[in-house]
């Protein structure tokens, strides 16, 4: 087997699959990798070769097989956005880099990135806003927590990636309206050894703003909005459309990014209050799951970031198109039905609304995550992986209650 340009991890998330075209029609080779079959990315056009490491994200087994594969083929670049993986990666980064670029900003602006205690103490100091929030490192102390924090409040990690030394896991913003679900949610986070971030409900819209930046220069901005989350708080984004970069939310994601030095891609999040007032979330220093938005839009990312990790020429971005949506119908679907189970919970929608908002997204110009004229095998594999795992669901939950 001949080096390849670059190795993208990770094939069955969609920005591995907006990777691999990116690059893969611009002439590179391109592998990608997962630890199953049923990646679409590995259906694409321009993937070249299509590997299964047989062990899970970020365990040593993993590594010893990445390492196994580097060793008999090879790549120039290695490009993840599993925070798992990422994990992984930074933890034997010395190990990696002298065979290949491993396209993730430096140590530390990346710790800072990752961990949002240290995100949002850096925009304290530079006067980017932060909602109020409590620490909580104990359920113990959850009492004390939200008498600061009133009901209903937002519990989320202070790493994306938990692991104890045993087991691991993701774990995203979850909202509570009781102190017991409060305390059950600060549990699944501290068992891990990590803090749990307590913060006030914001109902306002989620905008982000992406860069590619480096040597202290912006090679490309761009700004989108979510219409649609999965799960409907906070999750990655279904439906988004591209918009001109807020001139506040872009001024704060620009001085901080600036101030950690953060290079390569990264996301900042913003979420406004009912007001209007935006507030920051976090950082995500790794290519989103969102990123084809800005692709679609005239910002190719994917290839700025290998343009970076090679250490080359990086192409500057001047402008964009604003206004195109797109949309994951398979993550759509999964919102639709968790929005009409969670009916009455705040921030979500009432039932009619939310069907209403769904059947009208059908009838506005949209483009649909893995879905390319001239690749639509991913669209098909897909579609195909999301019906047999609604049909298992549907199976399970009629089992469960017709017994």
């Not at 056009?45 to 299509?50: E, M």
């Not at 968790?338 to 110009?365: E, H, K, W, Y």
Request: proline content about 7%.
């Amino acid at each position: 087997m001949m080096r390849c340009d670059a190795l993208v991890l990770d094939a069955a998330l969609r920005q591995s699959l907006v990777t691999v075209r990116s690059l893969g029609r611009r002439g590179l080779r391109i592998d990608a990798a997962e630890t199953h079959r049923n990646a679409p990315a590995f259906a694409s056009r321009w993937c070249r070769h299509a590997v299964v490491f047989p062990a899970k994200e970020g365990t040593d087994a993993y590594r010893r097989v990445l390492e196994q594969w580097l060793d008999g083929t090879g790549a120039r670049v290695i490009i993840t956005s599993n925070d798992a993986t990422i994990a992984l990666l930074r933890q034997y980064r010395a190990c990696f880099e002298p065979r290949l670029r491993v396209a993730l900003a430096p140590e530390p602006a990346l710790a800072i990135a990752i961990n949002k205690e240290q995100t949002l103490a850096a925009a304290r100091r530079l006067g980017v806003p932060v909602a109020p929030e409590v620490v909580v490192r104990d359920p113990g102390e959850v009492a004390a927590a939200l008498k600061e924090i009133k009901l209903p409040a937002v519990i989320k990690p202070s790493e994306s990636w938990l692991w104890n030394g045993r087991v691991g896991a993701r774990l995203g913003a979850q909202l509570t309206v009781t102190a017991a679900e409060t305390r059950r949610a600060v549990e699944a986070v501290t068992r891990f050894g990590e803090a749990a971030l307590v913060q006030p409900l914001l109902p306002g819209r989620r905008e982000a703003v992406s860069f590619l930046y480096a040597d202290g220069e912006v090679y490309a901005r761009f700004a989108q909005w979510a219409k649609r989350t999965n799960p409907p708080l906070g999750g990655n984004s279904v439906l988004r459309q591209s918009i001109p970069v807020p001139p506040d939310i872009g001024r704060h994601a620009e001085s901080l990014v600036r101030d950690i030095d953060l290079e390569g891609y990264s996301e900042v999040e913003f979420r406004r209050d009912a007001a209007g007032v935006p507030y920051l979330m976090e950082i995500n220093p790794r290519l989103s799951a969102s990123v084809e938005v800005a692709v679609r839009a005239g910002v190719d990312f994917p290839y700025l970031l290998y343009q970076w990790a090679i250490g080359g020429p990086i192409e500057r971005v001047a402008g964009y198109r604003t206004g195109g949506w797109i949309r994951d119908l398979g993550g759509d679907i999964t919102t639709l039905i968790a929005a009409l189970r969670q009916r009455g919970r705040p921030g979500i929608t009432p039932p009619l609304r939310t069907l209403v908002d769904f059947g009208l997204s059908f009838l506005r110009p949209t483009a649909y995550d893995y879905l390319h004229w001239n690749d639509p095998l991913p669209a098909i594999k897909a579609s195909t992986a999301f019906t047999r795992n609604m049909i298992r669901t549907l199976a399970s939950h009629w089992r469960k209650n017709g017994s």
